[in-house]
């Protein structure tokens, strides 16, 4: 998989975990109503914990890999991040529901579902833009040099050194005094 494919796979990850807790959060304020609705999601928490900072990671260093190019070469596009984020939550959703042994369909009835998928292209959204911004910081931070490259490995010049070696010869300059060392 290219890096682009490993950064859009990690934010889309990353958008999912916050996608899904925004969502079932904005669907059922009150805690009880949460609990009840987030039956096959004891796995989230902890899958949280791991995907946002993945995600958080993935984002900045495509940002700071992509800085140079500010167009639209490098950057991630919303529609392709919010598809994959869509994609997998609709997913994640069905499985969860049939892993708890009940009905798949129950996904079109469950209000933290539709707002979990309006979540998700919002979370994309930001993320696409959030990126853009690091970019651009970087970019001028930098003076749009070599970032990553020059960060993990620091260019080095090879300059010749010529060393002039010169024989000395001594030479006797009177009768009492010490030999003269010159060069001829």
């Not at 993945?54 to 392709?80: C, E, K, M």
């Not at 539709?114 to 993320?127: D, E, K, N, R, S």
């Not at 000395?168 to 009492?176: M, P």
């Amino acid at each position: 998989m290219s890096p682009r494919g490993v950064a859009i796979s990690m934010l889309a990850v990353s958008g999912v975990a916050v996608g899904h807790i925004v969502g079932y959060g904005v669907a059922h304020p009150q805690a009880a109503a949460r609990e009840a609705a987030l039956g096959g999601h004891a796995y989230l928490p902890a899958a949280a914990t791991v995907a946002i900072p993945l995600g958080v990671v993935a984002a900045l260093a495509w940002a700071i890999r992509t800085s140079r190019q500010l167009g639209l070469a490098g950057a991630i596009p919303f529609r392709t991040l919010a598809l994959a984020q869509l994609g997998v939550f609709a997913v994640q959703e069905v499985g969860e529901r049939v892993a708890v042994g009940d009905a798949a369909s129950g996904v079109l009835t469950e209000r933290g579902v539709w707002f979990g998928l309006l979540a998700q292209v919002a979370v994309a959204y930001l993320i696409t833009r959030s990126i853009d911004a690091v970019r651009r910081v970087v970019r001028l931070l930098t003076g749009g040099g070599r970032v990553l490259r020059d960060l993990v490995c620091p260019p080095v010049s090879i300059v010749p050194v010529v060393v002039r070696v010169q024989r000395a010869v001594a030479v006797s300059v009177g009768l009492r005094a010490p030999p003269v060392v010159g060069a001829r």
